[in-house]
């Protein structure tokens, strides 16, 4: 049975020295909350993690880690956030977001609201998740998903190609993700790869993104940035539909710069159902 944690009302963690370490990694893993966290409607405020020294810190975020484990047969159990509001400030270095800083596949987060702003000196920076990474056990062909899930709320890095975004930062797993039903707001400022719904996706998987809409200012200094994703890579194949790009992408200096998606190399991009009323 997976580890469960509850929200049984709004917390204020700026009045608190520290939310339990206990919670938010999990019990058995010293290192990845590998359970269910379900916020049941309420609201975690006034979280302010700032680790911004030379090189930045890594691994910031409400959970440092989430990743599910595998169960007596063999099977991964998803992790999971839930019925979560969020709102505060992270401030530090790579792999670091405003919900989690890295996660292991499958995994799922649902009905979240994250207004919290990130500010990085690295790479891996995301509104909800910072990188999404290697898969933790178990059958990791398991589809990992992000549902109804709201960013508003500025991510920055003066990292060169930092692969930054509103939800996920660098989605660098081999297996597949749904986004669906989000939206973001707010900006996206960096040197590069910036984008709306992914930063970067480097590995050969599958990733569709359905009824998702990006609000938001994407600024970049240099290539690579879109509405949607920034870049894709390694032979991903990449769905978009029945989405619209509705903010502004201002990209100075560099190529490879679109309301959907940015530079594309040896991938399969297929759009359907989309469009660009934003401002490139």
Same mark, same amino acid.
């Given at each position: 049975?997976?580890?469960?944690?509850?929200?049984?009302?709004?917390?204020?963690?700026?009045?608190?020295?520290?939310?339990?370490?206990?919670?938010?990694?999990?019990?058995?893993?010293?290192?990845?909350?590998?359970?269910?966290?379900?916020?049941?409607?309420?609201?975690?405020?006034?979280?302010?993690?700032?680790? +911004?020294? #030379?090189?930045?810190?890594?691994?910031?975020?409400?959970?440092?880690?989430?990743?599910?484990?595998?169960?007596?047969?063999?099977?991964?159990?998803?992790? %999971?956030?839930?019925?979560?509001?969020?709102?505060?400030?992270?401030?530090?270095?790579?792999?670091?977001?405003?919900?989690?800083?890295?996660?292991?596949?499958?995994?799922?987060?649902?009905?979240?609201?994250?207004?919290?702003?990130?500010?990085?000196?690295?790479?891996?920076?995301?509104?909800?998740?910072?990188?999404?990474?290697?898969?933790?056990?178990?059958? %990791?062909?398991?589809?990992?998903?992000?549902?109804?899930?709201?960013?508003?709320?500025?991510?920055?890095?003066?990292?060169?190609?930092?692969?930054?975004?509103?939800?996920?930062?660098?989605?660098?797993?081999?297996?597949?993700?749904?986004?669906?039903?989000?939206?973001?707001?707010?900006?996206?400022?960096?040197?590069?790869?910036?984008?709306?719904?992914?930063?970067?996706?480097?590995?050969?998987?599958?990733?569709?993104?359905?009824?998702?809409?990006?609000?938001?200012?994407?600024?970049?200094?240099? #290539?690579?940035?879109?509405?949607?994703?920034?870049?894709?890579?390694?032979?991903? %194949?990449?769905?978009?539909?029945?989405?619209?790009?509705?903010?502004?992408?201002?990209?100075?200096?560099?190529?490879? +710069?679109?309301?959907?998606?940015?530079?594309?190399?040896?991938?399969?991009?297929?759009?359907?159902?989309?469009? +660009?009323?934003?401002?490139?």
């Amino acid at each position: 049975i997976p580890y469960q944690a509850e929200v049984l009302k709004n917390i204020n963690v700026s009045l608190r020295k520290k939310i339990s370490q206990q919670i938010l990694r999990g019990a058995g893993d010293s290192n990845t909350f590998t359970g269910i966290f379900d916020g049941n409607g309420h609201t975690i405020s006034g979280l302010n993690i700032t680790k +911004n020294k #030379a090189g930045g810190k890594t691994f910031l975020g409400l959970f440092s880690t989430l990743g599910s484990v595998a169960n007596v047969s063999g099977e991964a159990n998803y992790a %999971t956030v839930r019925n979560l509001t969020l709102v505060g400030s992270v401030n530090g270095g790579k792999d670091i977001g405003g919900l989690a800083a890295f996660v292991r596949s499958p995994a799922i987060i649902e009905n979240c609201n994250i207004n919290v702003n990130v500010t990085s000196n690295n790479s891996g920076v995301g509104g909800v998740v910072g990188r999404w990474g290697t898969a933790n056990a178990g059958n %990791t062909t398991k589809l990992s998903k992000i549902t109804n899930v709201n960013y508003n709320g500025a991510v920055k890095s003066t990292f060169d190609n930092p692969n930054i975004a509103g939800i996920v930062g660098w989605w660098d797993q081999a297996y597949p993700l749904e986004v669906k039903n989000c939206s973001v707001s707010g900006s996206v400022t960096s040197p590069g790869r910036a984008a709306g719904v992914i930063g970067l996706i480097d590995s050969v998987t599958t990733v569709s993104i359905d009824n998702t809409d990006v609000f938001a200012n994407i600024n970049s200094s240099k #290539a690579n940035n879109g509405g949607f994703v920034g870049f894709v890579s390694t032979g991903a %194949t990449v769905n978009l539909s029945n989405s619209d790009f509705l903010g502004t992408l201002t990209a100075t200096g560099d190529t490879n +710069n679109g309301g959907f998606f940015g530079g594309v190399s040896n991938g399969i991009i297929n759009i359907t159902n989309c469009d +660009n009323k934003g401002s490139v």
